[in-house]
């Protein structure tokens, strides 16, 4: 039985995508290399800053990758939540969510205090028992390492948590971690790659996400 919630973060809960190419696109133009229009991005993210990084820039470029990594995570530190929003209907659907007495928290593959500014920025009403994006030393998803820490931290066996995240290394996640997958369908990625992927579950908006508490999945 679902007792608590594990959301991702960027494309679940938050539309980031903007941000995303707003910062790629800004590095790839100063050094003259060709950008990617927005929507290619729903593609790249997904599995860490390292790996947008290395979606993004030319391949001959990967010697410099660490350098370019570097100066993305200072672009994206420095920006915050930028002209990021929820998706509508999100902070009233975690009100609801809250009001039923079930634990929250995030995991995300965002860097670690990035996500922590994001959150704090634009939910800053909202109680997470845990809020974790990437950690230096700690794999990234679909890695379990930071939905287990999230049971964890909720007080809570990983089969009595859904994983609601909008791709599917959220839903590699919530397997690995033996967490139920349930899908975001308004995210970055759509219906398909969710069930695919072996979402047990797909949500069509925020509004169905209270009602996950007390479900067997």
């Known amino acids: 039985m679902v007792r608590g919630i594990v959301f991702d973060l960027d494309g679940t809960l938050v539309d980031t995508l903007g941000d995303i190419a707003l910062v790629m696109n800004r590095i790839l133009r100063d050094r003259g290399w060709p950008e990617h229009p927005v929507g290619d991005y729903r593609h790249m993210v997904g599995r860490g800053l390292l790996n947008l990084v290395r979606a993004a820039v030319p391949e001959w470029a990967a010697s410099d990758l660490d350098a370019l990594y570097a100066h993305a995570l200072e672009c994206f530190d420095a920006l915050g939540s930028g002209s990021s929003r929820p998706y509508p209907g999100v902070i009233e659907a975690l009100g609801r969510l809250a009001a039923t007495g079930a634990p929250m928290a ?49 007080g809570l066996h990983p089969s009595e948590c859904a994983f609601v995240g909008d791709s599917d290394v959220d839903m590699a996640t919530a397997l690995a971690a033996g967490m139920a997958p349930v899908g975001a369908a308004w995210g970055f990625r759509g219906e398909a790659e969710l069930r695919g992927a072996g979402a047990v579950l797909i949500l069509s908006s925020m509004d169905e996400v209270p009602g996950l508490v007390g479900m067997e999945l």
Do not use: W
């Open 106 to 154: 995030i995991v995300s593959n965002k860097p670690d205090e990035v996500a922590g500014r994001v959150v704090a920025d634009l939910f800053p009403a909202v109680r997470f028992g845990l809020v974790r994006g990437n950690v230096d030393g700690v794999p990234v998803k679909p890695h379990p390492a930071g939905a287990l820490e999230a049971a964890a931290s909720l």
